[in-house]
């Protein structure tokens, strides 16, 4: 009897309709090498020539020259560089929203329904009587009138504050949101890239407000041995560099830019998988890579503590299970008063896709 025999997986590629399957896969590598188009194009020769992705009808030339003709790339004014186009930067998010999130229903665009009534924009069929602090807008006029026609009669009309009806009106639970993301070296050490997910978890919830939840803002910043705004148009070419983990600086920086705006909720997300490691201490750093440092971890609970005290709640999203950062992650949690999760490089956008939408339910007082 031979018995069972195990041979390497080999993908079953559906060649009907190659250019969609190909871009499909393209979008994906350009993720991955940070929109470097050269750098992806090469990967799918090798891919090709390996799993025979393309035929004699169809093949990679054929693919790169549709890319150009559809606006996916395009090159440089020396035409020796491909570079990606707007349409393929939104292509990118789109593709890491289906993927993490998947294909989510239009719905009513920019604004999310609590089961609050109060100071709102939604009109609903109910009515009350008026009370001290209600605003003028929210006066049924006809409905006021009416009953001060009931009550004082035509003919000696007067219209007093027990005559006046209120329209109630739904709460909208718009949000404010920043997105903090590790960019320091560990972010791709030991073989393992934390990165590539971290970005499509992001370029996920960029696409899922601007599509489904308009009014509600999102600000990105990405945090080394300093802190920094990014457009959404940046994160395909995102890149870890040869940083320390400076939290403090990226926290300075998120509770500066919710301070600055309007809404009722106001959260921080911060996608890490390290322990605070720098600080920046006038122009100069203090690092210390080495276990926990004292003084840095107390700067950095100072921020969550500070946080609190703005009813700014932090979620700390741990991509990696490091037993030693687990107690931190415990105390700056508690100061905060906010929610950790320890995720998966898989899990990642479940987690936020989840919170966020549990955030939006609720009305921060």
């Not at 194009?41 to 020539?49: A, E, F, G, I």
């Not at 100071?119 to 929210?138: C, H, K, M, V, W």
């Not at 705004?229 to 994160?235: C, N, V």
Request: charged residues 30%; contains cysteine.
């Amino acid at each position: 009897m031979i018995g069972i025999r195990f041979t390497d997986f080999i993908p079953n590629f559906n060649k009907n309709g190659n250019f969609e399957n190909l871009l499909k896969v393209f979008l994906q590598l350009l993720t991955i090498s940070s929109g470097d188009v050269s750098e992806a194009l090469n990967w799918m020769n090798q891919l090709d020539k390996k799993y025979g992705l393309t035929d004699n009808e169809y093949g990679m030339d054929d693919f790169i020259q549709e890319l150009k003709d559809k606006n996916y790339i395009e090159e440089n004014e020396n035409g020796n560089v491909l570079n990606l186009t707007p349409k393929s930067e939104q292509s990118i998010r789109r593709q890491s929203l289906e993927e993490i999130f998947g294909k989510l229903k239009k719905s009513s665009r920019g604004n999310h329904v609590t089961s609050n009534t109060g100071n709102g924009d939604e009109p609903t069929s109910e009515r009350r009587e008026y009370l001290f602090g209600d605003s003028i807008e929210q006066i049924d006029v006809t409905g006021s009138i009416k009953n001060a026609q009931i009550n004082h009669g035509i003919e000696d009309f007067q219209l007093t504050e027990n005559d006046l009806e209120v329209e109630e009106r739904d709460f909208k639970a718009l949000t404010s949101t920043v997105l903090m993301i590790d960019i320091s070296h560990s972010m791709i050490l030991y073989g393992e890239d934390r990165i590539t997910p971290a970005k499509k978890v992001a370029m996920a919830l960029s696409e899922l407000i601007t599509t489904k939840y308009p009014k509600d803002t999102l600000d990105i910043i990405v945090f080394g041995n300093d802190a920094w705004p990014i457009e959404i148009k940046d994160l395909p070419y995102l890149q870890v560099g040869p940083y320390h983990t400076n939290t403090v600086a990226g926290l300075e920086l998120a509770i500066d830019i919710l301070r600055r705006r309007k809404t009722s909720n106001k959260q921080i997300f911060m996608i890490t998988d390290g322990k605070p490691t720098c600080l920046k201490e006038g122009i100069k750093y203090y690092k210390n890579s080495f276990g926990l440092d004292r003084k840095i971890i107390n700067r950095t609970l100072d921020q969550a503590a500070k946080c609190r005290k703005l009813g700014i709640p932090i979620t700390t999203f741990m991509i990696a299970r490091d037993i030693y950062l687990q107690e931190f992650v415990r105390e700056f949690t508690k100061t905060n008063n906010g929610r950790a999760f320890y995720s998966s490089l898989t899990g990642l956008g479940d987690y936020i896709f989840e919170d966020y939408i549990r955030n939006r339910r609720r009305r921060v007082r």
